[in-house]
């Protein structure tokens, strides 16, 4: 069955970096785009990239330019999203979530992200 | 981008009772050569990750209960549920994904 299973909560200061990463079992990695969408506290979904397992290809939403970095290991079967430059505001649940004919078919458990000084 | 609004914002339905959300996108996402409205609808738990619920506007994803249902077309859609069960109790999103970026509405938390 199809699984993304997420690393762990981190816990990180003000204008530090946090790599999430998200490693898929039960289907072919590279056949499915995976897209990063988060969730911060009380407030609704923002849906941050994808990138293309097959060929690294990503697209980052506006509001991450310049701070996010999508990146897979295709031998582990493994994706990863860097933010770098933290701040408070980015605190939140970071899922990493599954595109297949039409939506989000499987998401991760999530990863808490918590920054503070 | 497309924006994306729910309404209402909360509503408390009485056990076996109907529940209806409503979707409105800024912009059709009707693909006219599939005639398929790009839309989803998911459920969210706190503590759980998003679940879908629908795609393609009104197709049911496998293990969801059929007291769950999608409609509409262009840019008005509407998720039902026709019996209200204790576990329904949730923030339900909908998504396009007509046009990038994705883009979800704000959400609509369903009580008892």
């Known amino acids: 069955q199809v699984q993304l299973v997420q690393s762990g909560a981190e816990v990180k200061k003000p204008g530090a970096s946090v790599k999430v990463s998200c490693k898929a079992s039960?289907?072919?990695?590279?056949?499915?785009?995976l897209h990063w969408v988060r969730q911060a506290p009380g407030q609704g979904l923002e849906w941050m990239g994808w990138?293309?397992?097959?060929?690294?290809?990503?697209n980052y939403a506006q509001q991450f330019q310049g701070r996010v970095t999508m990146t897979r290991d295709t031998s582990i079967s493994t994706a990863y999203m860097e933010l770098s430059g933290l701040r408070s505001d980015d605190t939140a649940v970071y899922y990493c979530?599954?595109?297949?004919?039409?939506?989000?078919?499987?998401w991760g458990q999530g990863t808490l992200v918590t920054v503070s000084s | 981008d497309i924006v994306m609004t729910q309404s209402p914002d909360s509503l408390a339905v009485s056990l076996g009772e109907r529940a209806t959300i409503h979707c409105k996108s800024s912009q059709s996402v009707l693909y006219g050569s599939s005639n398929k409205n790009y839309l989803a609808w998911y459920q969210k738990k706190p503590g759980q990750p998003p679940k879908l619920l629908i795609y393609?506007?009104?197709a049911r994803e496998s293990g969801v209960p059929d007291r769950f249902s999608g409609s509409g077309s262009g840019t008005d859609f509407t998720l039902t549920i026709s019996s209200l069960q204790a576990e329904d109790v949730a923030v339900y999103y909908c998504?396009?994904?007509?046009?990038?970026?994705?883009?979800f509405g704000p959400g609509t938390k369903v009580d008892i």
């Open positions: 998504q396009q994904y007509y046009s990038p970026p994705p883009t």
């Open positions: 393609w506007a009104s």
């Open positions: 039960g289907y072919t990695f590279t056949g499915y785009y």
């Open positions: 979530a599954r595109e297949s004919n039409g939506g989000f078919h499987f």
């Open positions: 990138i293309n397992p097959n060929n690294g290809a990503t």
